[in-house]
């Protein structure tokens, strides 16, 4: 894991890409970086891991949104854009981990707790969230923690 704070990763490779001349690449790594810069200044600090994860995954939740909407438009062309911005934005992730560990550990969670209905999502978020952290995105552990409910309850 590298200890280059966030802001400093992306200007290098702001500065790589304005070199190799990546177009795409550069206007995606400088929204982000003003991204960081804006939440630093609503933080008055510098901008940590997490903080930094959580500006990646928005940026690629707002492009995931555009292409739905793209594509309802037929668009393609633009849905194609965004598409190619969530790749290059996708590295800054860290590794994500994978949905049958995910549910794994919901399962056994629900199991050990002896959880159960919709009002069990929010004890499963928490626990899943504090053992995965930034490895795994909430939507997911929240769907696939719904689909586990399900078959417990069926």
């Given at each position: 894991?590298?200890?280059?704070?966030?802001?400093?990763?992306?200007?290098?490779?702001?500065?790589?890409?304005?070199?190799?001349?990546?177009?795409?690449?550069?206007?995606?790594?400088?929204?982000?970086?003003?991204?960081?810069?804006?939440?630093?200044?609503?933080?008055?600090?510098?901008?940590?891991?997490?903080?930094?994860v959580?500006?990646?995954?928005?940026?690629?939740k707002?492009?995931?949104?555009?292409?739905?909407?793209?594509?309802k438009?037929?668009?393609?062309?633009?849905?194609?854009?965004?598409?190619?911005?969530?790749?290059?934005?996708?590295?800054?992730?860290?590794?994500?981990?994978?949905?049958?560990?995910?549910?794994?550990?919901?399962?056994e969670?629900?199991?050990?707790?002896g959880?159960?209905?919709?009002?069990?999502?929010?004890?499963?978020?928490?626990?899943?969230?504090?053992?995965?952290?930034?490895?795994?995105?909430?939507?997911?552990?929240?769907?696939i923690?719904?689909?586990?409910?399900?078959?417990?309850?069926?």
């Amino acid at each position: 894991m590298t200890t280059t704070p966030p802001q400093q990763r992306i200007e290098a490779d702001v500065k790589a890409a304005m070199k190799s001349g990546e177009k795409e690449k550069l206007s995606t790594l400088r929204m982000l970086l003003t991204e960081i810069k804006n939440e630093r200044i609503r933080r008055g600090s510098e901008v940590d891991e997490a903080g930094f994860v959580s500006l990646v995954r928005k940026a690629i939740k707002q492009r995931e949104e555009s292409i739905s909407q793209y594509r309802k438009g037929n668009r393609e062309e633009l849905a194609a854009k965004e598409e190619a911005e969530i790749k290059l934005l996708e590295p800054y992730l860290p590794a994500q981990v994978d949905e049958g560990q995910i549910r794994a550990a919901i399962e056994e969670t629900v199991a050990a707790k002896g959880l159960s209905g919709p009002a069990a999502i929010g004890p499963i978020m928490k626990e899943m969230l504090a053992r995965f952290g930034s490895s795994a995105d909430g939507a997911t552990i929240n769907r696939i923690a719904r689909e586990v409910l399900a078959q417990k309850a069926g």
